[in-house]
Each structure stands twice: as C-alpha cells, then as structure tokens.
C-alpha cells in the first residue's frame, strides 16, 4: 500500500496542511488584529465567530455522522450527497429569513457578513466527507494547501488597495472557504463515483442525533467572545480574540490524527483493536502536548512582539489557553474512539454539558475578569472532559478483557 494511504501517512499529510493553514490564518488574524486595533478586531472575531456557530448548530454532527457511516459501508456515497445538498439549502433558508428580518426590523445588516462567510464554510465542511470517509486526506490536504494560498493571495490584494484590515479578514475567509469547498468538489469527482444526487431530502440529519448533540455543544462554544464581548465589551472580546486561534496550531498534529484515524478506528472491531490501528501516528499527540507547555513559558515573549503593547493583557489569556490545550489535546482521539464504537451518546452528553459550562463560567466572570474569563472557561471544561472520556475508555477495555 502507498504509505499516503497508510493511518501514519495520512495523518502526516494532513498534520502539515493543517501547519500550513493554521499558520496562514494565524498570519491573517495577527495582521487584523494590529492594523485594527482591539476594538474593531473585536467586532470581526464577533462576526466570524457567530458564523462558525451557525454551521455547526446547523450541520448538527452530519458531516461526522456520515463519515462514521460511509466508512462502515452503511451509508452509500449518493444517499449522503443528497442529504449533504439538502443540509445546505436549510441552512441558505434559515440564514435568508434572518438577515430579511435583521435588516428590515433591526436596520442591522451585520448579518450579511455572517451569511456569506456560513455558506462558504459549509460548503467546506460539506464536501470533505466523501473524502475523509475514503480515507483520502492526502487529497484533502492538497485542497487545504491551495486554498490557503489563494487566502494569502487575497488578504494581501485587499489591504493593498486599502479594504479595512477587519474586513479584508472576512472577505478573505468567505473565498477561502468556497475556493476549498471547490477543490474538494473536483478531487472528489476525479476518485469516486455513484455520487450523483437524484433527489433531496427533508431531514438530512436522520441518524445523527448524538453526534449533532456533540457538534452542537462544539459550536456553541464559539459562542464564548460573542458573550464576552456582550457583557465586557469589544476591548476585552478583540484581547481574547486576538490570541484564541494562537492555540489551535497547538493541537493541529492531535486534530488531524483524530480526523484521519475515523475510518481506520470504524474499521476496527474493539476499542483496542481501535489503537492498534492507529498508535504508529501517536507520536504526534506528544508532539502537540510538548508544543503547549513551551507556548505557556513563551507567552511573555511572543505577544508583544507579535501584537505590540495594546495586547499586554493577551499574555496570561494565552497561557491560560495553552493550558487548556493540554487536556484538548488528549480529548480529541479519546472522543473519536469512544463515538466509532457505540459511545457517541455519552460523547454527546460530555461536550454538551461541558460546552454549557464553559459559556455559564464566561457569562459570571465575564465583567469582573475580561478575557481572562473566557480562557479558565475553556481551561476547566477541556479538563472536566478529559478526565470524564478517560474513565469511560478504561472502563470499556475493563469491559473488552473481562
């Protein structure tokens, strides 16, 4: 077999696309956020972090529930196109009554922005099922590379003929996000065939009421500086957001062993045998563990070179982060072993009840704490999680070996 095709070499692959991406858009937030200053960044992260929660309320673990099941041969790749099309025409109707609504009662037209950039991300997501489910991330990959590159290209052109950086930051997500979805359409159609849709379907989350419960509760997470901002202000939301992506590069090695191990731990028939699959990649989650304890020490060094002196206060919100980090870092293949294998209610029941107690912290602390709110919310529910999904793990070996 070709070593691309291979657990390790899959996740390699995607780890680097994943570097590359996570590196551009950390790029793209750093230069917003110093050309715009804390309160205008903050009212761009407000906006793409609505629109993020948008799609994943709306996708409501479909796309994760579909992979899972074209993996298993239970869902054939047509019946998942049609149900992926309709997902998205629900999400264009929902999005048009709201902004109709907003801009006629509310004269308020910041949800055009949110529309635009939805769309785009969930065409995205959309189409990296076929993908994911074949276990062809080095496709995906290569689609991940080329339209971060087109993002670059874009962010550059915008602030050259002098678009606001805020803005140029949403421009540049939106049409990086259907260039990819793109990408993955023609990789997509050059591999598999019989996806061709014949029909739609009114209720294309059949099925995945468990995994929509875990997306959900994901989701709504992001939900964490539009309250912040609500409750303490855009200064407080634009400190948090200037560093919250800072961490996601952190865990980019675990995130994609997680992705790329779905099908080979679906494959497998125990949860031993789920690790046996994949524990040649493992050296990457140590990888990522090590890299958030030197972003913790490095935290005083990088944020006021990188930021300049209005971010001070980013300093221990990032380092609060890259603590939180840590257990994520953990949670993410735990997670995915437990919801291959028949647990994906109690996944659900964990990230929901975590995703509700990290917004209940924000919202109490949120006025006496700032920022720093928002990062011990994240810090406590990823801990909570990781030690809930540990035991549930132990307990399903105990159970295999007995």
């Not at 692959?13 to 793209?28: G, P």
């Not at 074209?70 to 054939?76: D, E, P, Q, T």
Request: overall charge positive; some cysteine; aromatic content about 8%.
């Amino acid at each position: 077999m070709n070593w691309t095709r291979k657990p390790t070499g899959q996740t390699i692959l995607f780890a680097l696309a994943s570097a590359t991406s996570q590196v551009v858009v950390a790029i793209m937030y750093l230069v917003a956020a110093r050309l715009s200053g804390p309160s205008d960044f903050g009212i761009a992260a407000t906006i793409i972090a609505i629109s993020y929660t948008v799609v994943g309320v709306v996708d409501f673990g479909a796309s994760s529930y579909w992979i899972r099941e074209l993996s298993s041969g239970r869902l054939l790749m047509r019946e998942m196109v049609e149900r992926s099309l309709s997902k998205n025409l629900w999400l264009a109707a929902i999005l048009t009554v709201l902004i109709v609504v907003t801009s006629t009662l509310l004269r308020d037209f910041s949800l055009w922005w949110v529309g635009a950039l939805a769309i785009g991300i969930s065409l995205s997501l959309s189409t990296q099922v076929a993908l994911r489910s074949s276990a062809r991330s080095d496709l995906l990959a290569r689609s991940i590379l080329i339209s971060k590159l087109i993002m670059a290209l874009c962010m550059a052109y915008l602030l050259v003929i002098g678009v606001a950086a805020s803005t140029a930051l949403i421009l540049t997500i939106a049409i990086g996000s259907v260039g990819e979805a793109a990408l993955n359409m023609l990789a997509t159609a050059r591999v598999f065939r019989g996806g061709r849709p014949t029909r739609l379907v009114l209720n294309p989350w059949s099925g995945a009421t468990n995994y929509g419960l875990s997306s959900t509760a994901n989701a709504i997470q992001s939900v964490d500086l539009p309250l912040l901002a609500a409750l303490a202000g855009t200064a407080p939301a634009g400190i948090y957001g200037s560093v919250n992506r800072w961490t996601q590069p952190l865990g980019l090695l675990a995130s994609a062993f997680a992705s790329t191990s779905v099908p080979f731990m679906a494959a497998a028939r125990s949860l031993r045998g789920s690790w046996s699959a994949v524990r040649n990649a493992a050296w990457m989650l140590y990888i990522s563990l090590f890299a958030s304890g030197a972003m913790i020490l490095l935290a005083p060094q990088l944020v006021p070179v990188l930021l300049g002196g209005a971010y001070t206060d980013a300093v221990p919100v990032l380092q609060v982060l890259a603590l939180g980090t840590i257990p994520a870092i953990l949670n993410q293949p735990m997670a995915v072993a437990l919801q291959t294998h028949g647990m994906d209610r109690a996944v659900a029941v964990i990230t929901t009840s975590s995703a509700f107690a990290r917004l209940a912290i924000v919202a109490s602390f949120a006025v006496a704490m700032g920022a720093l709110a928002a990062s011990w919310a994240f810090a406590i529910t990823q801990m909570f999680a990781s030690s809930v999904y540990a035991f549930l793990l132990l307990r399903g070996l105990r159970k295999e070996d007995s």
